[in-house]
Protein backbone atom coordinates (compact mmCIF):
# COMPACT_ATOMS: atom_id res chain seq x y z
CA UNK A 1 0.00 0.00 0.00
CA UNK A 2 1.58 3.33 -0.98
CA UNK A 3 0.95 5.90 1.81
CA UNK A 4 2.76 8.73 -0.63
CA UNK A 5 2.93 8.81 -4.45
CA UNK A 6 3.42 11.40 -7.19
CA UNK A 7 3.54 10.57 -10.95
CA UNK A 8 4.82 12.96 -13.82
CA UNK A 9 5.48 16.21 -11.47
CA UNK A 10 6.39 19.79 -12.92
CA UNK A 11 7.43 23.01 -11.08
CA UNK A 12 8.51 26.27 -11.94
CA UNK A 13 9.36 29.63 -10.14
CA UNK A 14 8.82 31.75 -12.75
CA UNK A 15 11.93 31.35 -15.24
CA UNK A 16 13.24 29.07 -13.19
CA UNK A 17 12.65 24.96 -13.86
CA UNK A 18 13.16 22.57 -10.83
CA UNK A 19 10.98 19.65 -11.53
CA UNK A 20 10.87 17.73 -14.92
CA UNK A 21 8.92 14.60 -14.46
CA UNK A 22 9.10 13.57 -11.37
CA UNK A 23 7.67 10.16 -9.94
CA UNK A 24 7.89 8.05 -7.03
CA UNK A 25 6.32 6.65 -3.95
CA UNK A 26 6.64 4.91 -0.71
CA UNK A 27 4.95 2.00 0.69
CA UNK A 28 4.13 1.27 4.37
CA UNK A 29 6.61 0.53 6.07
CA UNK A 30 9.50 1.66 3.23
CA UNK A 31 12.50 3.51 3.58
CA UNK A 32 13.12 5.61 1.02
CA UNK A 33 15.98 8.11 0.41
CA UNK A 34 15.86 10.98 -2.56
CA UNK A 35 19.40 11.52 -3.97
CA UNK A 36 20.64 14.08 -6.03
CA UNK A 37 23.04 16.99 -6.77
CA UNK A 38 22.35 20.53 -4.47
CA UNK A 39 20.11 22.52 -5.66
CA UNK A 40 18.39 19.61 -7.89
CA UNK A 41 14.99 20.69 -6.18
CA UNK A 42 14.57 18.03 -3.22
CA UNK A 43 13.47 20.20 -1.10
CA UNK A 44 10.89 21.75 -3.46
CA UNK A 45 9.51 17.69 -4.24
CA UNK A 46 9.53 17.28 -0.10
CA UNK A 47 7.67 20.30 0.07
CA UNK A 48 4.95 19.46 -2.59
CA UNK A 49 4.51 15.70 -1.14
CA UNK A 50 4.08 17.59 2.39
CA UNK A 51 1.25 19.68 0.80
CA UNK A 52 3.58 22.92 1.33
CA UNK A 53 4.02 23.73 -2.36
CA UNK A 54 1.51 23.88 -5.38
CA UNK A 55 2.78 22.05 -8.98
CA UNK A 56 2.72 23.05 -12.50
CA UNK A 57 2.20 19.45 -13.78
CA UNK A 58 1.39 15.84 -12.67
CA UNK A 59 -0.61 14.53 -9.44
CA UNK A 60 0.12 13.61 -6.22
CA UNK A 61 -1.68 11.04 -3.53
CA UNK A 62 -1.64 10.38 -0.23
CA UNK A 63 -3.81 8.24 1.98
CA UNK A 64 -1.71 10.12 5.30
CA UNK A 65 -3.52 13.02 6.60
CA UNK A 66 -0.55 13.84 8.93
CA UNK A 67 3.42 13.69 8.61
CA UNK A 68 5.66 13.74 10.35
CA UNK A 69 8.53 16.59 9.12
CA UNK A 70 11.72 17.42 10.15
CA UNK A 71 13.59 20.48 8.26
CA UNK A 72 17.24 20.72 7.99
CA UNK A 73 18.48 21.63 11.12
CA UNK A 74 15.18 20.94 13.00
CA UNK A 75 13.92 24.29 14.36
CA UNK A 76 13.57 23.58 17.91
CA UNK A 77 11.59 26.79 19.50
CA UNK A 78 14.15 28.36 21.74
CA UNK A 79 12.05 29.66 24.36
CA UNK A 80 10.59 26.19 24.76
CA UNK A 81 12.53 23.41 26.45
CA UNK A 82 13.09 19.46 25.15
CA UNK A 83 9.83 18.47 26.64
CA UNK A 84 7.57 21.83 25.97
CA UNK A 85 9.41 21.54 22.06
CA UNK A 86 8.40 17.61 21.22
CA UNK A 87 5.00 17.50 22.41
CA UNK A 88 3.94 20.53 20.85
CA UNK A 89 2.69 18.24 18.19
CA UNK A 90 0.36 16.40 20.88
CA UNK A 91 -0.89 19.73 21.82
CA UNK A 92 -1.62 21.08 18.39
CA UNK A 93 -4.03 17.42 18.51
CA UNK A 94 -6.01 19.17 21.51
CA UNK A 95 -4.70 16.49 24.13
CA UNK A 96 -4.52 17.64 27.94
CA UNK A 97 -0.89 18.45 29.63
CA UNK A 98 -1.06 15.04 31.57
CA UNK A 99 -1.34 13.02 28.49
CA UNK A 100 0.67 15.02 26.13
CA UNK A 101 3.90 14.62 28.54
CA UNK A 102 3.35 10.66 29.41
CA UNK A 103 3.44 10.46 25.73
CA UNK A 104 6.49 12.09 25.33
CA UNK A 105 8.15 11.13 28.45
CA UNK A 106 7.85 7.26 27.28
CA UNK A 107 10.17 8.06 24.38
CA UNK A 108 12.55 10.22 25.73
CA UNK A 109 15.27 7.47 26.50
CA UNK A 110 14.76 5.74 23.18
CA UNK A 111 15.69 9.19 21.83
CA UNK A 112 18.61 9.32 24.26
CA UNK A 113 17.15 12.27 25.76
CA UNK A 114 16.23 11.43 29.47
CA UNK A 115 17.39 13.59 32.28
CA UNK A 116 17.13 16.45 29.60
CA UNK A 117 13.47 17.34 29.40
CA UNK A 118 13.58 20.44 31.27
CA UNK A 119 17.15 21.69 29.11
CA UNK A 120 16.49 24.21 26.38
CA UNK A 121 17.82 23.69 23.20
CA UNK A 122 21.07 26.03 23.35
CA UNK A 123 21.88 24.21 26.41
CA UNK A 124 22.50 20.44 24.42
CA UNK A 125 24.23 19.36 21.83
CA UNK A 126 23.40 19.58 17.65
CA UNK A 127 22.86 15.67 18.06
CA UNK A 128 20.46 16.28 20.73
CA UNK A 129 18.30 19.00 19.46
CA UNK A 130 18.27 16.64 15.87
CA UNK A 131 17.55 13.69 18.32
CA UNK A 132 14.56 16.14 19.84
CA UNK A 133 13.14 17.48 16.38
CA UNK A 134 12.99 13.74 15.50
CA UNK A 135 10.91 12.92 18.41
CA UNK A 136 8.32 15.51 17.63
CA UNK A 137 7.74 14.48 14.31
CA UNK A 138 7.46 11.07 15.77
CA UNK A 139 4.62 12.29 18.41
CA UNK A 140 2.71 14.01 15.23
CA UNK A 141 1.31 10.19 15.05
CA UNK A 142 2.31 9.72 11.13
CA UNK A 143 2.05 6.44 9.38
CA UNK A 144 5.08 8.41 7.44
CA UNK A 145 8.07 10.33 8.55
CA UNK A 146 9.85 13.29 6.16
CA UNK A 147 12.74 14.14 6.79
CA UNK A 148 14.88 17.11 5.03
CA UNK A 149 18.79 16.00 5.37
CA UNK A 150 18.11 15.64 9.01
CA UNK A 151 21.90 14.99 9.72
CA UNK A 152 23.74 17.38 7.22
CA UNK A 153 24.45 20.56 9.56
CA UNK A 154 26.50 18.13 12.03
CA UNK A 155 30.10 16.91 11.97
CA UNK A 156 31.00 13.59 10.61
CA UNK A 157 31.31 11.79 13.68
CA UNK A 158 28.31 12.47 14.98
CA UNK A 159 26.08 12.59 11.84
CA UNK A 160 27.45 8.75 11.54
CA UNK A 161 26.24 7.87 14.82
CA UNK A 162 22.57 9.38 14.39
CA UNK A 163 22.59 7.28 11.18
CA UNK A 164 23.15 4.37 12.67
CA UNK A 165 20.68 5.09 15.28
CA UNK A 166 17.87 5.91 13.07
CA UNK A 167 18.31 3.16 10.75
CA UNK A 168 17.94 0.70 13.71
CA UNK A 169 15.22 2.63 15.24
CA UNK A 170 13.64 2.24 12.14
CA UNK A 171 13.80 -1.04 11.60
CA UNK A 172 13.04 -2.22 15.04
CA UNK A 173 9.59 -0.13 14.39
CA UNK A 174 8.85 -0.76 11.20
CA UNK A 175 8.20 2.92 10.10
CA UNK A 176 7.62 4.06 6.81
CA UNK A 177 10.52 7.04 6.07
CA UNK A 178 10.95 9.34 3.00
CA UNK A 179 14.38 11.48 3.68
CA UNK A 180 16.21 13.38 1.33
CA UNK A 181 19.82 13.50 0.79
CA UNK A 182 23.19 14.48 -0.52
CA UNK A 183 25.00 12.04 0.91
CA UNK A 184 26.03 8.89 -1.02
CA UNK A 185 26.90 7.35 2.49
CA UNK A 186 23.66 8.11 4.31
CA UNK A 187 21.41 6.97 1.29
CA UNK A 188 23.12 3.71 1.97
CA UNK A 189 22.86 3.51 5.67
CA UNK A 190 19.64 4.08 5.58
CA UNK A 191 17.66 3.79 2.57
CA UNK A 192 15.74 0.30 1.59
CA UNK A 193 15.41 2.05 -1.70
CA UNK A 194 17.10 5.06 -3.15
CA UNK A 195 15.34 7.74 -6.16
CA UNK A 196 18.07 9.46 -7.33
CA UNK A 197 17.21 12.72 -9.26
CA UNK A 198 19.57 15.07 -12.15
CA UNK A 199 20.72 18.34 -11.68
CA UNK A 200 17.95 20.93 -12.63
CA UNK A 201 15.38 20.79 -13.93
CA UNK A 202 15.23 16.98 -12.14
CA UNK A 203 14.11 13.85 -14.00
CA UNK A 204 14.49 10.76 -11.93
CA UNK A 205 17.67 9.17 -13.50
CA UNK A 206 16.91 5.51 -11.53
CA UNK A 207 16.20 4.03 -8.57
CA UNK A 208 18.61 1.28 -6.51
CA UNK A 209 17.21 -0.99 -4.41
CA UNK A 210 19.42 -1.32 -1.00
CA UNK A 211 19.38 -4.96 0.27
CA UNK A 212 22.56 -5.53 2.76
CA UNK A 213 22.71 -6.64 6.30
CA UNK A 214 22.65 -3.76 8.90
CA UNK A 215 26.16 -4.65 10.31
CA UNK A 216 27.65 -4.30 7.12
CA UNK A 217 25.79 -0.68 6.28
CA UNK A 218 27.06 0.57 9.79
CA UNK A 219 30.49 -0.60 8.98
CA UNK A 220 30.55 1.35 5.56
CA UNK A 221 33.72 -0.06 4.16
CA UNK A 222 31.71 -3.53 3.40
CA UNK A 223 31.77 -4.68 0.00
CA UNK A 224 28.11 -4.62 -0.34
CA UNK A 225 28.19 -1.02 1.10
CA UNK A 226 30.60 -0.22 -1.26
CA UNK A 227 29.02 -1.75 -4.10
CA UNK A 228 25.91 -0.10 -3.37
CA UNK A 229 27.56 3.86 -3.29
CA UNK A 230 29.40 2.83 -6.33
CA UNK A 231 26.28 2.17 -8.41
CA UNK A 232 24.54 5.19 -6.64
CA UNK A 233 27.32 7.61 -7.38
CA UNK A 234 27.15 5.73 -11.09
CA UNK A 235 23.45 6.68 -11.76
CA UNK A 236 24.53 10.35 -10.93
CA UNK A 237 27.25 10.33 -12.82
CA UNK A 238 25.38 9.15 -15.72
CA UNK A 239 22.95 12.04 -14.91
CA UNK A 240 25.53 14.92 -16.42
CA UNK A 241 24.98 16.45 -12.51
Known amino acids: MSLVSASHLAKRFGMLHVLEDVSLKVDDGEVVGILGPSGCGKTTLLRILLGLETYDAGSVQTLAQRKGYLPQEGHLLPWKTVLGN ?3 PLALQGLPAGERRRRARELLPEFGLEGFERA ?5 SGGMRQRAALLRAVLAASPILVLDEPFGALDT ?7 DWLAELARRREWAILFVTHDLDEAVVLAERAVVLSARPAIVLGEEEIAIPSTERRERLSRPFLAARDRLLARLE ?3 G
Open 238 to 240: GGG
Open 157 to 163: LTRHRLQ
Open 120 to 124: YPHQI
Open 86 to 88: VEL
